[in-house]
Structures are given as structure tokens and as C-alpha cells.
T-cell receptor, first 115, second 113 residues
Framework: GAGVSQSPSNKVTEKGKDVELRCDPI?????LYWYRQSLGQGLEFLIY????????KSGLPSDRFSAERTGGSVSTLTIQRTQQEDSAVYLC?????????????FGPGTRLTVT | GENVEQHPSTLSVQEGDSAVIKCTYS??????FPWYKQELGKRPQLIID?????GEKKDQRIAVTLNKTAKHFSLHITETQPEDSAVYFC????????????FGTGTRLQVTL
């Protein structure tokens, strides 16, 4: 079946603009995670969804970052007033259940460049 | 919160040799430890994982060991091949944190002919 998909694959934006990044999880997966991978770094947790609710937003770096999930499926990560330090690859992952240790399947990521 | 350290940051081995990557974690509640392989420009792919109720798991040329007392776990790749060249990430999580993964900073493995 189809894996996790993300769009766009690449996004170049000017400092101060808002961006929206989209994630389509694997069908039927209730848990969805957003991570950020900066150049040469590991993956940093941003936010977790179980269904449409986000019980853990502890990784969002500032109030410029927000995310939502609708219909228990598609999720959108929004970054307002982008800064150069927001440049990174944003990865989405889904798993069949959250709260227990199930494998997380990653999408291909969105490479965000803020100029 | 959880902190995962990973060593070495780079590793070069000759084809056919073994490679070992080590990670330590800080949260004794962590009970799930996956390893991901990320090829250049690609998404991370799970290659093996281990849960806290076992000390070792093997899948063909790949094995993972876990020492809960010392809070460290290791990835072992035997008979390395050029296609093993990639960045490897360890991670830790536990059900109390909704299984969000805390990753190590990665090991770039280069297998030379």
C-alpha cells in the first residue's frame, strides 16, 4: 500500500513569510508525528497527534509553529514569520497506534529553505 | 526528558568487516529502541528494533544488544557490504511519552571496497 507522503518536497521561502507543510499518513494509522532534521543533525521531535488531538506539543520550538490534523488523517504543519534557523528537513511519521511502541513509518520529508 | 548519545559520528570499515555503533540513553523508563538507516536524500527506514524485555535481537547480518542496567544499546553489522553505507540513527522511547522517538545524532558509515 501507499506509504507516508509529504508535500511539497522542497520549499524555498523568504524570511518573514508563512509556510504550510502537508503530511498524508498511511491509511488507518491513528498516530502521527512531526520531526525536524537540521543539516548533519539527528531528528528532533516536534508534535504528536493521536487522532485529531495533539496530546504532546512539547517539541514545537516557538509559538510561530503550529499543527493540525483533520479527519484523523492529513496533517498540516504551519510556520509563521519564518526565520533562517527554521531551515531544515521536516519529516512526518505515522504508526498504527500511539502510546505503545509501534514502528513509525517516515515520509520523504519537506526540505525548507528560508532565505 | 530523554537524552540519547550516539558514537561514533563517523565510521569507515572495509567490506566484509564488522561495524559497531553504540548509544546510551538517560531515561530508565525507555522501553523501545529502534535503529533507522537513512541513505542520502532518502527517508529514515527502520532496520531493527528491540524492546526492553529482551537483551539481544538478530536479523541476518544485523543484531542489536541492550543493557538496561547500563542504559546502553548497540547495533552490530557483520560482513558489511557497500550498500550498508548510510547514516544510522538510534532512538529511544517509552509508552509514557506516547512513543515519541528521541534520536541520537547519527553515525555515518562508509564501507570501502
Amino acid at each position: 500500500g501507499a506509504g507516508v507522503s509529504q508535500s511539497p518536497s522542497n520549499k524555498v521561502t523568504e524570511k518573514g513569510k508563512d509556510v504550510e507543510l502537508r503530511c498524508d499518513p498511511i491509511s488507518g494509522h491513528t498516530a502521527l508525528y512531526w520531526y525536524r532534521q537540521s543539516l548533519g543533525q539527528g531528528l528532533e521531535f516536534l508534535i504528536y497527534f493521536q487522532g485529531n488531538s495533539a496530546p504532546d506539543k512539547s517539541g514545537l520550538p516557538s509559538d510561530r509553529f503550529s499543527a493540525e490534523r483533520t479527519g484523523g488523517s492529513v496533517s498540516t504543519l504551519t510556520i509563521q514569520r519564518t526565520q533562517q534557523e527554521d531551515s531544515a528537513v521536516y519529516l512526518c511519521a505515522s504508526s498504527s497506534q500511539g502510546g505503545v511502541a509501534y514502528e513509525q513509518y517516515f515520509g520523504p520529508g519537506t526540505r525548507l529553505t528560508v532565505t | 526528558g530523554e537524552n540519547v548519545e550516539q558514537h561514533p559520528s563517523t565510521l569507515s570499515v572495509q567490506e566484509g568487516d564488522s561495524a559497531v555503533i553504540k548509544c546510551t540513553y538517560s531515561d530508565s523508563a525507555s522501553n523501545y529502541f529502534p535503529w533507522y538507516k537513512q541513505e542520502l536524500g532518502k527517508r529514515p527506514q527502520l532496520i531493527i528494533d528491540i524492546r526492553s524485555n529482551v537483551g539481544e535481537k538478530k536479523d541476518q547480518r544485523i543484531a542489536v544488544t541492550l543493557n538496561k542496567t547500563a542504559k546502553h544499546f548497540s547495533l552490530h553489522i557483520t560482513e558489511t557490504q557497500p550498500e550498508d553505507s548510510a547514516v544510522y540513527f538510534c532512538a529511544a522511547s517509552h509508552t509514557g511519552t506516547a512513543s515519541k522517538l528521541t534520536f541520537g545524532t547519527g553515525t555515518r558509515l562508509q564501507v570501502t571496497l
